[in-house]
């Protein structure tokens, strides 16, 4: 079967390459640029070529070679999937980067972004322009691809303003598994073909449906008159009175835990965003843990600072680096909104942006989560962390490594329509918040598999439905069928109908990926083929609709013809919280598989990579410059 295969690959890469589109394989220099990744745990993974198409036709001449011969295509854009999703060791990997091109136009107030773009792309034209108060509504980091994060929903610094990424969609383009260009637009009536893809698109899109080759989107406004943004960045290192007094108890980490507690359950106007980030560094001896503040304000730096006076002026803590809200006014500063995007928004997210490039590569592991903010959930989780990251510096004690839990403040605008309005779910989670471990040493990782699970498992019963989380933030070790239920909810039921509508062959298959419904999964091969079929046969409005129908309804208004039980996945979502993290009424699925024993998964994959991996020649790794992430100077910042 092997031996079959590799046949396969190689017919394809002469059949591309006598097209004259870019393969390269392995040792010549772009090949090694494109798969060099900065997570260890996927230091040996190598397709058999990488594809780098110059435009569309390109695109649908790879999907069709590639389908024909049953060779396996991963999709890259920017490159920085948590979970390796956008590395394969099989098949093609294909690597939009030469598909880069952003262009606005001001008169229809829109920004039309190849597939292969990069924020950095679309930011510098904003820049160049200098189109001061004008936003497209991208990502936080100039390196992230734009494919990945729209596709994903999209949670960037004015998703508060504005709404997610994927809301401010005007069309997408899409080369299908049957090799046609098509294009979804969100005027397309949403019981169509195309509009059901729309929808799906608009947070499930990643590797599912095709690949994504061109974005329009509408260009935003500021509110302020001045097209300026308040920006900036604070890292509060809390100190300890416990050691220096002899004390039981450590009343300024308690006040620095009531003040955080507050910080999370205050209800902000849309126009503010404020990330951040718990901070524990082994390296880092002075204090106990670091929180970094990130703050994104649509308006002026007067009204900020009453703001921020009027929610957080309460607090009195002297703690380290003094009150909270005397820090955040003292450390922001208004300037262009061009000038933010060019320098300031770098500078806030330098850390997570050196990390994504492989020039000096580490082992990451992460985990994510959506979190309402009722004060009483709150409190138990900030309250988990903190003891945490005490176990964490006390078990890795005299290592190097790093624990980050990010929590990405979503909600606002975004909050305003309904779960079910498209394929990304939680949009009425306040936090997406997500886990980061970082080391260097490759005998720690099955140390830091097991610490991730046990902190994880205390985390999940609040995150929203005791499961949710974010498909930009994957978990690699879920199963498919609990990673579905994981990122789509409820939602999972429409999405694996619009599957089976555009790739009924499953082409776009990936360990995460969304699956065909059940009834055609079980249909034997040759039966479920429809590769002469137009992929625009009906799926009748009912069954698009029928996961999001009120309890009482039945299976029976479906109509007799309708093959798909719609019980399939569990019952209805409720959306009335339980204070303990649980919610009433949310059964489990079918589908949902026994837990991994992910201490297990230690070194598994390096270890079967490593047996077909060859080092390539050193005169391909010559000049590769950050290997594989465009660096900033690449970009213009």
Not at 265 to 285: F, G, M, N, Y
Not at 379 to 402: D, H, N, P
């Amino acid at each position: 079967m092997a031996e079959i295969e590799r046949m396969a690959e190689r017919f394809v890469i002469d059949m591309l390459k006598a097209d004259n589109i870019p393969v390269f394989l392995p040792g010549e220099t772009e090949y090694e640029r494109s798969v060099a990744n900065a997570n260890l745990l996927y230091r040996f993974t190598r397709p058999a070529c990488v594809v780098q198409p110059k435009n569309v036709g390109h695109v649908q001449t790879i999907v069709k070679e590639a389908k024909a011969r049953n060779v396996p295509i991963t999709i890259k854009c920017g490159g920085h999937s948590y979970a390796g999703f956008s590395t394969t060791d099989k098949g093609i990997s294909l690597d939009l980067l030469n598909m880069n091109r952003v262009k606005i136009d001001v008169q229809s107030n829109t920004v039309t972004l190849q597939g292969g773009a990069l924020w950095g792309h679309a930011y510098k034209q904003l820049v160049n322009n200098r189109m001061n108060g004008f936003i497209i509504n991208g990502g936080r980091c100039p390196t992230v691809g734009v494919g990945g994060f729209l596709l994903g929903g999209g949670l960037g610094p004015f998703t508060r303003s504005f709404g997610m990424g994927c809301d401010t969609l005007k069309e997408i383009t899409i080369v299908t598994a049957d090799g046609n260009k098509v294009t979804a637009k969100d005027t397309d009536n949403p019981d169509s073909p195309k509009g059901k893809l729309f929808w799906a698109l608009c947070g499930a899109g990643g590797g599912n449906f095709g690949v994504v080759v061109e974005f329009k989107m509408y260009l935003q406004k500021l509110s302020n008159k001045d097209g300026s943004v308040v920006a900036g960045r604070y890292t509060w290192f809390p100190k300890s009175d416990k050691e220096r007094m002899n004390k039981t108890k450590d009343k300024l980490m308690d006040k620095f835990m009531d003040t955080m507690n507050d910080f999370y359950a205050t209800r902000w106007p849309d126009q503010v965003t404020i990330d951040t980030s718990w901070i524990c560094d082994l390296k880092e001896t002075s204090s106990e843990l670091a929180v970094r503040f990130l703050v994104y304000y649509d308006g002026i730096k007067k009204d900020f600072e009453k703001l921020i006076v009027d929610k957080l002026g309460a607090d009195k803590a002297e703690n380290g680096g003094g009150e909270l809200a005397e820090q955040l006014t003292r450390r922001t500063m208004s300037e262009k909104s061009t000038r933010f995007l060019h320098e300031t928004l770098v500078s806030q997210w330098s850390e997570e942006t050196i990390k994504a490039f492989p020039t000096d590569p580490t082992f990451k592991l992460y985990s994510s989560f959506v979190f309402k903010n009722d004060l009483e959930r709150i409190k138990k989780i900030t309250s988990i962390i903190r003891e945490e990251m005490a176990v964490f510096k006390s078990r890795f004690a005299g290592e190097s490594g790093l624990l980050q839990v990010t929590w990405i403040h979503s909600g606002g605008k975004a909050s305003r329509k309904d779960r079910s309005a498209s394929a990304f779910r939680w949009r009425d989670g306040v936090y997406q918040t997500y886990i980061m471990l970082d080391w260097k040493e490759k005998w720690m990782e099955g140390e830091m598999r097991a610490f991730l699970k046990a902190f994880k498992d205390k985390l999940r019963p609040f995150s929203i439905m005791s499961r949710a989380a974010f498909i930009n933030f994957p978990d690699a070790v879920l199963s498919s069928g609990t990673a579905e239920r994981t990122y789509y909810g409820n939602n999972t039921k429409n999405l694996r109908l619009v599957k089976q509508q555009w790739d009924p062959d499953n082409f776009f298959k990936w360990k995460q990926g969304i699956k065909l419904p059940q009834t055609a999964e079980k249909t034997p091969a040759k039966a479920k083929r429809r590769s002469k079929t137009s992929a625009a046969s009906l799926i009748p409005a009912e069954a698009f609709n029928a996961f999001n129908m009120s309890p009482g309804a039945s299976s029976a208004s479906l109509g007799a013809g309708n093959a798909f039980n719609i019980n399939a996945l569990g019952a209805p979502e409720r959306d009335d919280d339980r204070r303990d993290g649980l919610v009433d009424g949310d059964a489990v699925s079918s589908d949902d598989e026994y837990p991994v024993n992910e201490q297990e998964l230690t070194d598994e994959l390096a270890t079967e990579q490593w047996e077909t991996f060859t080092l390539p020649p050193a005169r391909s790794l010559v000049n590769l410059g950050s290997r594989g992430v465009l660096g900033l100077t690449d970009l213009g910042f």
